[in-house]
C-alpha cells in the first residue's frame, strides 16, 4: 500500500490529502483503487451546531460547506502518478 500527502500551497496543516492506494478484488480480478482522506477544519462546539440547526431547517449556501486546496507546481508528478494508477483498469492477478 502506498501513500502521498499533499499540502496546500498556502502551507496550513488544515488544508491537506492523503492519497492511499490500493487494489479491489472482483471476480478474480484486481482494480486500482485510491482513497483521498482530506482533512477537516477544526471549528469551535458553537459554531458546529449553528450550522447544524440550520442544516436541520433546510439552509443551504449556494457556495457549499468547504475549504480551499490550492494544487502547486510540485503536487504534479504525484497528480500524474495517480491519474497513471487509476487508467490501469485490470492490474495483473
Known amino acids: 500500500m502506498k501513500k502521498d500527502l499533499l ?10 490529502i492523503i492519497l492511499i492506494y490500493d487494489e479491489l478484488e472482483d471476480d478474480g480480478k484486481k482494480y486500482p483503487m485510491c ?8 471549528v469551535s462546539l458553537w459554531r458546529r ?35 497513471n494508477y487509476l487508467n490501469n483498469k485490470d492490474l495483473e492477478s
Open 35 to 42: 482513497y483521498a482522506h482530506i482533512h477537516l477544519s477544526k
Open 7 to 16: 499540502v496546500c500551497e498556502c502551507n496550513s496543516t488544515e488544508h491537506q
Open 49 to 83: 451546531l449553528k450550522y447544524s440547526i440550520k442544516y436541520i431547517f433546510g439552509y443551504q449556501s449556494r457556495y457549499g460547506a468547504f475549504e480551499e486546496f490550492i494544487f502547486n507546481s510540485e503536487d504534479t508528478p504525484k497528480l500524474q502518478e495517480l491519474v
